[in-house]
C-alpha cells in the first residue's frame, strides 16, 4: 500500500479522507511542522495540502510556506493543493510555485480520489523512467539493459578499483573500448590520461615507436626526443585495442613493460620507470593463435588475468530498441531534426536484423536514417535494412557469398558517397572504416573517387 500525507487541520476533514483513500495508507498531519516531520519518515509520493493551516487558517500564507518547504526537501513529490471555494487565485499561485494540481472546496470524495489516483500515477510513471535512465546509461554513455550487458557492467565495477590486467573480448563494434574507458572511469585512475591505441592500425614498423617512444636521432627523421603512447597514459589507462595484432617480437618487450612496469625509449639507455594500468581486446580467437605459435603464451596469461566476453548486439535483445532511441535523440539534436520515434514496422526490423557491424552499425544505421526520414517517424525504409523476409529481393541476390558481400560493400559505399556528397572522411566515418581502407575498398571495385 502506498503512503500518502495528508495536511489538513480540520479534524472532520481528516477523518473524512482517512474514509476516502482506503486504497492508501493515510497519515495525517494538522499544522506544517509536522506535516514537514511526516515528510522527512514516510517519504510519500502524494501529498494533499489544506492551504488555511494554522495559526493563518483564514489565510494561504502557511499553506504555501509549506508547499515550498516541501518541494525543497522532496521535489518530486506531488502535491495536490486543496483551498477554500472561491480562493483560485492562491490555488494558481501553488500550481506556479510546483504543486502537481489543486482541488477546490467543498470536498467530493469521488472527485479527489481520482485527482490524488492520478497524482500517484504521475510520480510511479516518473519513478520508473528516473530508474531506467540510471539503469541504462550510466556516465560514461554506456547503454545497456540486457542481463547480459548488465552482467558485464558488474564485472567492471568489480575490476575498475583494482590494478588487474584485463582482456576485452568482442567482435567488432560491440562496444570494447567503451568497456576500456569504463574501466578507468569507474576506477581511482579517473581524471588521468586515458590512452587508446589500434595495433592493428598502426604499421608494425611504426608500432614500436608509438608505443615505447624514440630519443633524438634514434633512427632517421627522428628529430628531437618523443614519449610514447605507454608514458603518456602514465599514471592513468593504456587500452591495446586489438593485441591480436601485435607483431610477435613486439610482444616479448610489452610482456617486459607489463611484467616490470618499466620501458626504454627507442635508441635510449635510460630504464623509465611507469605506472599505467593496461587494458587488452580483440575480436580474435587469442587461445587459438598461442596454440598457432603467433601469440606468445606468456603474454596471453598476463594480459588475460580476467577476461570479459561482450555479447554480440543480436543477443541484447531489448538492447537494440535502447541503443536506437538514444542514438535518435542524440543524432536528431545534432542534425536539427524533429523526430518522436519509430515506426512500429522500423521496431520490427531493428530487432530481426543480424547486426553483424554490432553497435556501430546500428549507430550508422540510425544516423542515415535520421538524416533521410521524411516523416515524423523513422521508418523501416529509411533504415535500409535488407528485410529478411522479403523473397522478391532475395531472388534477385547472387548466392555466392563473396559476390553477396562485394555487392553489398558497393551499395554502401555508393550509399554513403552520396550521403556524404562526396567527402572521403565523412564517408569513411558513416562506413566506420579508416579512410586508408575506404580506398582501398574503392580501387579493389573500380569505383571512381570524387576529385
Ligand atoms: N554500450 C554502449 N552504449 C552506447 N554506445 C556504445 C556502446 N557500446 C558501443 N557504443 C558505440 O558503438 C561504437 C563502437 O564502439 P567501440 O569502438 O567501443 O567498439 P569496439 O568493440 O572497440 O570496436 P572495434 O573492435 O571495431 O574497435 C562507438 O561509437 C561507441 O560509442
Excluded at 567488432?172 to 569507474?186: D, F, P, Y
Excluded at 576506477?187 to 630519443?215: D, H, V, Y
Excluded at 627507442?266 to 598457432?292: F, P, W, Y
Excluded at 543480436?314 to 537494440?320: A, F, T, V
Aim: with cysteine.
Amino acid at each position: 500500500m502506498e503512503t500518502l500525507l495528508v495536511i489538513e487541520d480540520d479534524l472532520g476533514i481528516q477523518k473524512q479522507l482517512k474514509w476516502t483513500f482506503t486504497d492508501h495508507e493515510v497519515i495525517t498531519a494538522g499544522d506544517r511542522e509536522s506535516a514537514i516531520a511526516a515528510l522527512r519518515r514516510y517519504e510519500p509520493k502524494v501529498v494533499t495540502l489544506d492551504l488555511g493551516l494554522p495559526p493563518d487558517e483564514a489565510n494561504a500564507s502557511e499553506g504555501l510556506a509549506a508547499l515550498q518547504q516541501i518541494l525543497e526537501l522532496a521535489p518530486k513529490t506531488k502535491v495536490v493543493v486543496i483551498t477554500g471555494n472561491d480562493d483560485k487565485d492562491n490555488a494558481l499561485k501553488a500550481i506556479a510555485m510546483g504543486a502537481h494540481d489543486f482541488y477546490q472546496k467543498p470536498i467530493d470524495a469521488d472527485t479527489l480520489d481520482i485527482i490524488v489516483s492520478r497524482a500517484f500515477f504521475v510520480a510511479n510513471i516518473e519513478h520508473e523512467n528516473d530508474r531506467l535512465k540510471q539503469s541504462s546509461l550510466d556516465d560514461n554513455g554506456f547503454i545497456g539493459n540486457s542481463p547480459q550487458v548488465q552482467q558485464v557492467s558488474r564485472m567492471v565495477d568489480r575490476i575498475a578499483p583494482t590494478e588487474i590486467t584485463t582482456l576485452l573480448l568482442g567482435e567488432s563494434g560491440t562496444g570494447k573500448e567503451v568497456l576500456a574507458r569504463a574501466i578507468h572511469e569507474r576506477g581511482p585512475r579517473a581524471g588521468k590520461p586515458f590512452i587508446a591505441i589500434n595495433c592493428a592500425s598502426i604499421p608494425e614498423t611504426l608500432l614500436e615507436s608509438e608505443l615505447f617512444g624514440f630519443e633524438r636521432g634514434a633512427f632517421t627523421g627522428a628529430h628531437k626526443q618523443t614519449k610514447g603512447k605507454i608514458e603518456c597514459a602514465h599514471g592513468g589507462t593504456l587500452f591495446l585495442d586489438e593485441i591480436g595484432d601485435m607483431p610477435y617480437p613486439l610482444q616479448a618487450k610489452i610482456l617486459r613493460f607489463l611484467q616490470e612496469k618499466i620501458i626504454e625509449r627507442l635508441g635510449g639507455r635510460q630504464e623509465i620507470a611507469v605506472d599505467v594500468k593496461v587494458v587488452c581486446a580483440t575480436h580474435q580467437n587469442l587461445q587459438g593463435m598461442v596454440s598457432e605459435k603467433s601469440f606468445r603464451e606468456d603474454l596471453f596469461y598476463r594480459i588475460s588475468e580476467v577476461t570479459i566476453n561482450i555479447p554480440p548486439l543480436r543477443e541484447r535483445g531489448e538492447d537494440i530498441l535502447l541503443l536506437s532511441r538514444a542514438f535518435l535523440q542524440s543524432f536528431a539534436q545534432q542534425f536539427g531534426r524533429k523526430l518522436t520515434g519509430f515506426t512500429e514496422e522500423a521496431r520490427a526490423a531493428l530487432m530481426a536484423h543480424n547486426w553483424p557491424g554490432n553497435i556501430r552499425e546500428l549507430q550508422n544505421k540510425i544516423k542515415s536514417a535520421v538524416i533521410m526520414a521524411e516523416g515524423k517517424q523513422i521508418s523501416d525504409l529509411d533504415l535500409m535494412l535488407m528485410p529478411a523476409t522479403e523473397e522478391s529481393s532475395l531472388r534477385q541476390m547472387p548466392l555466392n557469398l563473396k559476390q553477396v558481400r562485394e555487392a553489398a560493400e558497393k551499395h554502401a559505399i555508393n550509399r554513403a558517397l552520396t550521403m556524404a556528397d562526396g567527402n572521403m572522411s565523412k564517408t569513411a566515418e558513416l562506413l566506420g572504416v579508416t579512410r586508408p581502407t575506404l580506398y582501398s575498398l574503392m580501387d579493389k571495385y573500380g569505383m571512381e573517387k570524387p576529385s
